[in-house]
């Protein structure tokens, strides 16, 4: 069965410091792959996507996600962490053409000044 | 303008009744879904339809009924509410059926006493 594992609820980082969200996914076919940012009391928003192409995807807000196939991983990076990216991280893959999302269980953001 | 719009933000209501949230999207998009994103933060997907005809339909009780009257709006109806239908519950629609970008509203917060 599909899976979107991140391994990590909670990480606290300091303001500045870089950051490394962990995305593991089990998917038998060629995965469409996302990552989308939740702030408390909102919807959700696409940081960024990977259908095919360059495994190194960009997205909003400074954040970039590399896609390996070996590792099964779809890990969220940003070199340097503001303040405003406290929140709730979500990675999903899109099966059956894509237009089902399969999330997984989240990761809280905390940044400290 | 709101890309997505839910109604009501928040629902409380008692056991056994029944209740309707609305959703609306401007963009013009095919598919519309509804996810539920339970006390822990865990996001399914329950239904998704694609131009008012229904695609994907998740294991779901049959007390929630989707409506779509166009393919603007995708209403979510539920029967004889239970407690454990507590739970955000979010819209989102997509250009076509396939693994476009889902675009998600505010959420309904839902609450069953």
């Known amino acids: 069965a599909q899976s979107v594992t991140q391994p990590d609820i909670h990480i606290t980082v300091s303001e500045g410091a870089s950051l490394e969200l962990r995305c593991n996914y089990s998917y038998g076919a060629t995965p469409y792959l996302f990552w989308y940012v939740q702030s408390p009391g909102q919807g959700l928003q696409l940081l960024l996507k990977y259908f095919s192409g360059d495994t190194l995807v960009q997205g909003i807000k400074g954040f970039e996600a590399e896609f390996k196939r070996s590792q099964s991983s779809f890990n969220l990076r940003k070199p340097s962490v503001h303040w405003s990216d406290a929140a709730e991280y979500f990675c999903?893959?899109?099966?059956?053409?894509?237009?089902?999302?399969?999330f997984g269980a989240g990761t809280i953001l905390r940044v400290k000044s | 303008d709101t890309a997505v719009s839910q109604t009501p933000k928040y629902l409380v209501t008692q056991m056994g009744n029944d209740k309707s949230i609305k959703c609306e999207q401007n963009l013009g998009h095919d598919t519309m879904y509804w996810y539920k994103q339970d006390s822990k933060k865990f996001l399914k997907i329950m239904f998704s339809y694609n131009n008012k005809e229904l695609i994907i339909n998740e294991t779901v009780p049959n007390r929630f009924s989707p409506k779509s009257p166009d393919k603007a709006h995708l209403n979510l109806h539920i029967n004889s509410l239970e407690l454990g239908d507590s739970a955000v519950y979010f819209c989102a629609s997509s250009q076509a059926n396939g693994a476009d970008t889902q675009y998600f509203g505010p959420g309904t917060r839902l609450t069953v006493l």
């Open positions: 999903a893959v899109g099966i059956g053409g894509g237009n089902k999302l399969v």
